[in-house]
């Protein structure tokens, strides 16, 4: 219990919120930032370490987003870049509906499947 309780400590000190940087140009949002996500798998006991840099641009409602997955615990490996994922999305005005269109690549840049949905939130 007291390994487990460490573990959960440590792991709230390295995920820790961080505040993308949004720059203004000619009226529109572009931001760029990362995500960092640690966590234990209790049963197969593992710990995952991802970082997660993006950059994304906003226009008048439509987005288009860039973003990659870094396995911090497995630098010293050949994947270290697994891939780009690409989002466009649309928030339809009023109505809390967001269209979205995502697709993945690997490490060669092969795009793979292309999945598109609508999000709605109430």
Same mark, same amino acid.
């Given at each position: 219990?007291?390994?487990?309780? *460490?573990? #959960? %400590?440590?792991?709230? #000190?390295?995920?820790?919120?961080?505040?993308?940087?949004?720059? =203004?140009?000619?009226?529109? $949002?572009?931001?760029? /930032?990362?995500?960092?996500?640690?966590? =234990?798998?209790? %049963?197969?006991?593992?710990?995952?370490? @991802?970082?997660? +840099? =993006?950059?994304?641009?906003?226009?008048?409602?439509?987005?288009? #987003?860039?973003?990659?997955? *870094?396995?911090?615990?497995?630098? @010293?490996?050949?994947? *270290?870049?697994?891939?780009? @994922?690409?989002?466009? /999305?649309?928030?339809? +005005?009023?109505?809390?509906?967001?269209?979205?269109?995502?697709?993945?690549? @690997?490490?060669?840049?092969?795009? %793979?499947? *292309? $999945?598109? %949905?609508?999000?709605?939130?109430?």
């Amino acid at each position: 219990m007291k390994k487990l309780a *460490i573990a #959960l %400590g440590l792991a709230g #000190l390295v995920t820790t919120a961080s505040t993308a940087a949004d720059f =203004y140009v000619m009226g529109q $949002t572009v931001s760029i /930032g990362a995500q960092s996500d640690s966590n =234990y798998t209790t %049963g197969v006991e593992t710990w995952a370490w @991802d970082l997660t +840099p =993006y950059a994304g641009v906003n226009v008048m409602g439509v987005s288009l #987003l860039a973003e990659t997955k *870094i396995d911090l615990l497995k630098l @010293d490996e050949d994947n *270290i870049f697994t891939g780009v @994922d690409l989002t466009f /999305g649309y928030a339809v +005005p009023k109505v809390n509906v967001n269209l979205y269109t995502e697709v993945s690549s @690997d490490k060669d840049f092969t795009f %793979g499947d *292309i $999945t598109m %949905g609508a999000k709605i939130k109430f």
